[in-house]
């Protein structure tokens, strides 16, 4: 049992892995046929391994039992579920179909999902080797599973594939708009802030607005993430200090 209790976080991080391998292989059997419940499915996946992927730290940390290896498994399943499955998973609801009729807007959409991929593996080797370097408070560009998160919301809520070249350039778009923010400098708030009454009322808040909006729900949240935090780095740089701003680490 004291050998067996060390598997138990890399059994949950291969459950994530599962929700999103899974999340591939319906985003591929769906490429052509364009059933917006599968393309749905594919995306609640993703959400899904994003549970795991918080759970099997918070089962490391609550058995005593986190590892190297545990850590170097956690940082590999990030990459697939939250680069390659969502990239991929844009690529056939953005292009594959009208991709048919428009083979330079596959190759298009083929080089923003590898745009958006490539991102995610970037900012997560910054951040493997900035940590203790940064302030805990802030991740330093938004996080690969925030930015997987984001991308897939649009597809939970219009599930329909894209029917039009506006559709696609909206997808095109989305897709070099958060890589660019998760290779980017800018500071977003993390878990880690300092609990507080309002952060309570606005959990509150946040679980109302999922009851009445549902699948809407997610693409407003991120809509206020992005604007909100970019608001809050143009006013740190403008010196406004209403927010502490994150502390600079000397090395």
Same mark, same amino acid.
């Given at each position: 049992m004291?050998?067996a209790?060390?598997?138990?976080?890399?059994?949950?991080?291969?459950?994530s892995?599962?929700?999103?391998?899974?999340?591939?292989?319906?985003?591929v059997?769906?490429?052509l046929?364009?059933s917006?419940q599968?393309?749905?499915?594919?995306?609640?996946? =993703? #959400?899904? $391994?994003g549970? %795991?992927?918080a759970l099997?730290?918070? &089962?490391?940390?609550?058995?005593?039992?986190? !590892?190297?290896?545990?850590?170097?498994?956690?940082?590999?399943?990030?990459?697939m579920?939250?680069?390659?499955?969502?990239?991929l998973?844009?690529?056939?609801?953005?292009?594959?179909?009208l991709?048919?009729?428009?083979?330079?807007?596959l190759?298009?959409?083929?080089?923003?999902?590898?745009?958006?991929?490539a991102?995610?593996a970037?900012r997560?080797?910054?951040?493997?080797?900035?940590?203790?370097?940064?302030?805990?408070?802030?991740f330093?560009?938004?996080?690969i599973?925030?930015?997987?998160?984001?991308?897939?919301?649009?597809?939970?809520?219009?599930?329909?594939?894209?029917?039009?070249?506006?559709?696609?350039? =909206? #997808?095109? $778009?989305l897709? %070099?708009?958060?890589?660019?923010l998760? &290779?980017s400098?800018v500071?977003?708030?993390? !878990?880690?802030?300092?609990?507080s009454?309002?952060?309570?009322?606005?959990?509150l808040?946040?679980?109302?607005?999922?009851?009445?909006?549902?699948a809407?729900?997610?693409?407003l949240?991120?809509?206020?993430?992005?604007?909100g935090?970019?608001?809050?780095?143009?006013g740190?740089?403008?010196g406004?200090?209403?927010?502490?701003?994150?502390?600079?680490y000397?090395?």
């Open positions: 004291r050998r209790k060390f598997a138990l976080p890399s059994m949950v991080t291969l459950m892995i599962a929700c999103g391998f899974g999340s591939i292989v319906i985003s059997d769906n490429a046929v364009g917006p599968d393309y749905r499915l594919a995306a609640i996946l =993703l #959400v899904l $391994a549970v %795991f992927d099997d730290g918070f &089962v490391a940390r609550a058995t005593n039992t986190a !590892s190297e290896f545990g850590m170097q498994l956690d940082s590999i399943a990030d990459v579920n939250f680069g390659c499955a969502p990239g998973l844009l690529y056939c609801y953005g292009f594959v179909q991709g048919v009729d428009h083979p330079t807007l190759r298009m959409g083929g080089i923003a999902s590898f745009f958006f991929v991102c995610g970037l997560l080797a910054r951040f493997n080797v900035n940590v203790g370097r940064t302030d805990p408070r802030y330093v560009g938004m996080p599973t925030a930015g997987a998160a984001c991308v897939a919301s649009v597809v939970v809520a219009w599930p329909d594939p894209a029917a039009s070249m506006w559709h696609a350039g =909206l #997808v095109v $778009a897709l %070099f708009m958060v890589g660019s998760m &290779v400098t500071r977003f708030p993390s !878990s880690k802030q300092k609990k009454w309002t952060a309570l009322v606005l959990l808040v946040n679980l109302g607005l999922l009851a009445w909006l549902q809407a729900y997610f693409v949240f991120f809509a206020v993430y992005i604007v935090t970019l608001a809050l780095n143009l740190w740089r403008t406004w200090k209403g927010v502490a701003p994150p502390a600079v000397e090395d």
